[in-house]
């Protein structure tokens, strides 16, 4: 782009001067405004990859933050499945305990009170639930055999 030539003007009130001497102060302002405008760039450009490395740094952590948020939402899922399971177990295990008590008042009711007499003892496998086992877990016939007792 081309500069349309400008009568030099010194800013002071003399109305004459040397021309050599307005030359150099105009070549020294335009050295002095280059070397600004560089260093603006300059700034500009490191501001520009300081932020760069700031949303490179975000967004990996971001990517960090939502794989663990998911991992905690997958584990939750598994808790509650596993709670969900363990209240229908205590649901069931308060039902019979009711039943059982109740059997136990018909008896004392029937038996006259004095009396007492022998309840026999039946086996549940709910009162040890260490003993039950679980549908997945392999059997040890299922071991001694290999794959013969899945589909027998």
Do not use: C
Not at 80 to 107: P, V
């Amino acid at each position: 782009m081309a500069s349309i030539p400008r009568p030099a003007s010194s800013g002071s009130s003399e109305g004459g001067g040397d021309p050599a001497a307005m030359d150099e102060r105009k070549r020294k302002r335009m050295e002095s405004n280059r070397e600004s405008a560089r260093r603006s760039r300059m700034k500009k450009q490191k501001l520009l990859e300081d932020l760069s490395d700031v949303a490179s740094r975000l967004q990996g952590e971001n990517v960090r933050l939502a794989q663990s948020i998911k991992a905690k939402e997958e584990a939750y899922v598994e808790i509650e499945a596993a709670n969900d399971i363990l209240r229908a177990q205590t649901m069931e295990l308060a039902d019979r305990l009711r039943f059982l008590n109740s059997i136990l008042e018909i008896a004392d009711e029937v038996g006259g009170g004095g009396e007492s007499f022998e309840i026999p003892q039946i086996p549940d496998p709910l009162f040890m639930p260490w003993q039950i086992p679980h549908p997945m877990m392999a059997s040890p016939d299922m071991l001694l055999h290999g794959n013969q007792g899945l589909f027998a």
